[in-house]
């Protein structure tokens, strides 16, 4: 069985043909806007205003990220976040 047809924690994305995680990794979509699609695509079977919130706050992020004045354009990919994740586990 393949992780991608399990779900821990609920059924909000079992009625989706593809499960957002699959999705988000086989298109490469950086981990902000993956995170907006996710909240967006639940909230009617999930949390509701709560997870829209959570959209437009990452939908922020990424503004911030890509088109402020005082910012350079920075991609965070799986990769980069992966890579983040892990130095900050280690240094726990």
Do not use: C
């Not at 988000?24 to 909240?39: C, K």
């Not at 939908?59 to 350079?72: L, Q, R, T």
């Amino acid at each position: 069985m393949s992780s991608y047809n399990k779900q821990v924690g609920g059924k909000h994305y079992k009625k989706y043909k593809i499960q957002p995680a699959e999705f988000i990794m086989q298109n490469n979509i950086p981990w902000s806007e993956g995170e907006a699609i996710v909240h967006i695509i639940r909230h009617k079977d999930k949390a509701g205003k709560e997870d829209l919130e959570k959209a437009k706050h990452y939908i922020d992020i990424i503004i911030e990220k890509n088109y402020s004045d005082n910012h350079e354009p920075k991609e965070m990919t799986q990769a980069n976040w992966l890579k983040g994740y892990n130095k900050w586990k280690t240094n726990k």
